[in-house]
């Protein structure tokens, strides 16, 4: 018997939001800079202008990024991480390296993964 049975899962409530389709991509381009509609747009091709609303909607609605005017004439809105959505960076590190680790497309001599793995814990450690 599994005595954490009695509780909620952490990993099933971080997946319910985070885990679906887009979302964890979408922070990660918050993260990177990116904040217009079409900037995601042009990150992800094979993102439908649907989907991406849809998705923004989401992470708005659970505190993950915030919405804002960006522009009055035309108006134009922008999507920034919040606190929450900021603190998502730790898993963005944590899944980029497991990538570098053990994804066959990352195959590279030792020196290259390191130099890779630092500038990732670097570039995932700004505030």
Request: net charge positive; glycine share 4%.
């Amino acid at each position: 018997m599994n005595p954490l049975s009695d509780f909620p899962c952490p990993i099933e409530k971080a997946q319910e939001i985070l885990g679906k389709k887009w979302s964890i991509l979408l922070i990660r381009d918050m993260y990177a800079g990116k904040a217009k509609f079409t900037d995601f747009l042009k990150e992800n091709p094979s993102l439908s202008t649907r989907m991406l609303a849809l998705r923004l909607r989401e992470l708005e609605e659970n505190g993950f990024v915030d919405k804002r005017i960006v522009s009055t004439t035309p108006v134009r809105a922008g999507y920034f991480l919040t606190k929450k959505g900021l603190s998502v960076r730790k898993i963005l590190l944590a899944l980029s390296l497991f990538s570098l680790e053990f994804h066959p497309d990352f195959e590279m001599n030792k020196r290259q993964h390191i130099s890779v793995e630092n500038s990732l814990i670097s570039y995932f450690s700004k505030d």
